[in-house]
């Protein structure tokens, strides 16, 4: 289990005095680098992982792993709120990952991890599938760091933890529907060619379902959102999903497909609402 670094009762009192009267320093997406571990209950009887068969043989269903840090994931709202009306945080783990893949992070293409501004040097990401709740008291404890500087990153920050927990799970042939053609963005994403290029300067693909998803019969539109101004982009957008619907492969129950191009300023927030993001990193599917 984690050795709690050298904090003075003298500075955690302190600290949790600070935080009765809603003057902590803590907000969403603050770190701390230092040996941290994350729990979770396990099944003795049938273990999944490492940890797991060793707290197995030690008897004990809570099992443990060390990780370089953690980042907080409750909104700054909740974690100034005073510790004896909101005790409690959401916090997840720091992990090290390769440049390749904290480029990826860092544009948005893996939701199940979160970029940290102030920890892309040290080249660490939270990872969402293992958030962990603490005491305030614990990370009272702990030597913060913030990790963003300017409004705009805490904001981005925000919305890449709710896209982790809004992701929608499409029906199992509708995934299916996507297959190829969700190889290929994957594939060309971050490249140099034409068809990369054009991936990056896309803000964002939704998809919507009309009547809806578990109809007989649906009509599947994508809403492609493109940043302002650049006309000839809207174009290039039209052409390249030619190709790209070659790649969809309709259920018998989608009577048809096609693309929307949309931008910020043109798109209502009512469409926005009652369609889906479709997240390329992996598509969520629910039985039928």
């Known amino acids: ?77 909740d974690v100034v709120r005073s510790c004896d009306k909101r005790p409690f945080l959401e916090v997840a783990p720091l992990i090290v990952v390769e440049p ?5 992070i860092k544009r948005g293409r893996q939701p199940g991890y979160l970029f940290l501004p102030a920890l892309e040097e040290r080249r660490l990401v939270g990872d969402l599938s293992r958030p962990m709740t603490v005491e305030k008291s614990v990370v009272a404890g702990w030597d913060r760091i913030p990790g963003w500087e300017h409004d705009h990153e805490a904001l981005a920050l925000s919305r890449a933890i709710v896209r982790r927990l809004e992701r929608f799970a499409f029906p199992n042939d509708i995934v299916q529907m996507y297959g190829k053609w969700e190889q290929r963005i994957k594939k060309k994403h971050g490249t140099a060619s034409p068809e990369g290029q054009l991936l ?32 000839s982009l809207e174009k290039e957008v ?40 479709m997240d390329f990193d992996h598509l969520s599917a629910r039985k039928a």
């Open 1 to 77: 289990m984690e050795e709690f670094p050298d904090s003075s009762s003298e500075k955690i009192e302190q600290r949790l005095a600070d935080w009765r009267e809603e003057q902590c320093e803590w907000r969403q997406g603050d770190c701390v680098i230092q040996s941290c571990d994350f729990l979770w209950l396990t099944d003795v009887r049938y273990p999944l992982t490492e940890a797991g068969r060793n707290a197995a043989t030690e008897d004990a269903e809570v099992a443990a792993q060390a990780f370089p840090g953690a980042v907080v994931l409750t909104q700054t709202c």
């Open 100 to 104: 390749n893949h904290l480029a990826e």
């Open 200 to 231: 990056d300067q896309i803000l964002e693909i939704r998809v919507e379902a009309d009547p809806g998803w578990e109809a007989d019969s649906i009509a599947v539109t994508f809403l492609c959102i493109l940043p302002e101004g650049n006309e």
């Open 238 to 277: 039209l052409a390249q999903f030619l190709e790209w619907e070659a790649l969809i492969e309709k259920p018998q129950r989608v009577a048809s497909v096609r693309l929307d191009v949309e931008r910020l300023s043109t798109l209502t927030a009512q469409r926005y609402l009652a369609s889906s993001r």
